[in-house]
């Protein structure tokens, strides 16, 4: 016989079914005091709720090393230097995915969406991240930047969106994001003051398609892609501006020059 599991809350799951009477049990729902992935579906995964210390079943989103995950965040904590967190379903964020370690997220063809306005982005890179996004999905924030970084970044392909595509970041001198842009498709999705990229640190663009403005204050280099405009200007912070373009169609090149200078 077959047991399917939807949904309810077993206090003490062992004792609450005989498993050895049926032949096959699939869990796909429900909340229970131990662990029950060995009953899981295919497609679903255990969650550990820290609050309640129960377990509870729900879709997998992401896996690491054939290990599945429901949410992303969980992946990426899990994950280890040099892993790959793969994306297995499409995925909304109520708050930013912090990277704080060296991994490869694949999209694997799925979105990251989400509203959120916290300044950092909804993928943050921090200081000690190293992030590579492959996989050709799509990255969304409808109330603030896609991705914004501190640490290293490389995009090698995708669609990304927010307010700005990508933030990189400026701290001090000696703290501030670097990111290559291999390929993909960067916009904006607002209609005063976005950008494609705001670069406050150090950019390589190889390719790629920038429907909205580039706007650099620091190092930019430029040996491929398709852009409507790029801007170059000085900063006002600790940061040597220059830009050097070696490729690449650009409709417009905006050199923004201080009063008296």
Do not use: W
């Not at 820290?50 to 054939?66: H, L, N, P, R």
């Not at 669609?159 to 498709?185: H, P, Q, R, W």
């Amino acid at each position: 016989s077959v047991l399917n599991i939807q949904g309810g809350t077993f206090n003490d799951f062992m004792q609450a079914i005989v498993v050895s009477s049926v032949s096959k049990v699939n869990i796909t729902g429900g909340t229970f005091n131990t662990d029950v992935n060995a009953y899981c579906a295919d497609g679903y995964a255990l969650k550990l709720n820290q609050v309640t210390g129960k377990y509870e079943v729900g879709e997998t989103v992401a896996t690491v090393g054939g290990v599945e995950y429901t949410t992303i965040a969980e992946a990426v904590e899990a994950a280890q230097d040099g892993d790959t967190v793969t994306l297995t379903a499409d995925v909304e964020l109520s708050e930013g995915l912090v990277i704080k370690k060296e991994i490869t997220l694949d999209l694997a063809g799925n979105t990251i969406s989400g509203a959120v306005n916290d300044g950092y982005g909804l993928i943050y890179v921090g200081t000690a991240g190293n992030l590579t996004i492959t996989g050709n999905g799509t990255v969304e924030n409808t109330d603030g930047y896609a991705i914004g970084s501190y640490g290293n970044v490389t995009i090698e392909n995708g669609t990304f969106t927010g307010e700005y595509a990508l933030y990189n970041f400026y701290y001090s001198d000696t703290v501030y994001g670097k990111a290559t842009i291999k390929g993909g498709t960067f916009n904006t999705n607002v209609a005063t003051d976005g950008l494609a990229v705001a670069n406050c640190g150090e950019l390589t663009i190889e390719d790629g398609n920038f429907g909205a403005v580039v706007d650099t204050t620091a190092v930019l280099e430029v040996n491929g892609g398709t852009f409507v405009e790029i801007l170059t200007k000085a900063p006002d912070y600790d940061m040597t501006s220059e830009t050097n373009i070696n490729g690449g169609s650009i409709d417009k090149l905006t050199l923004a020059v201080e009063d008296g200078a």
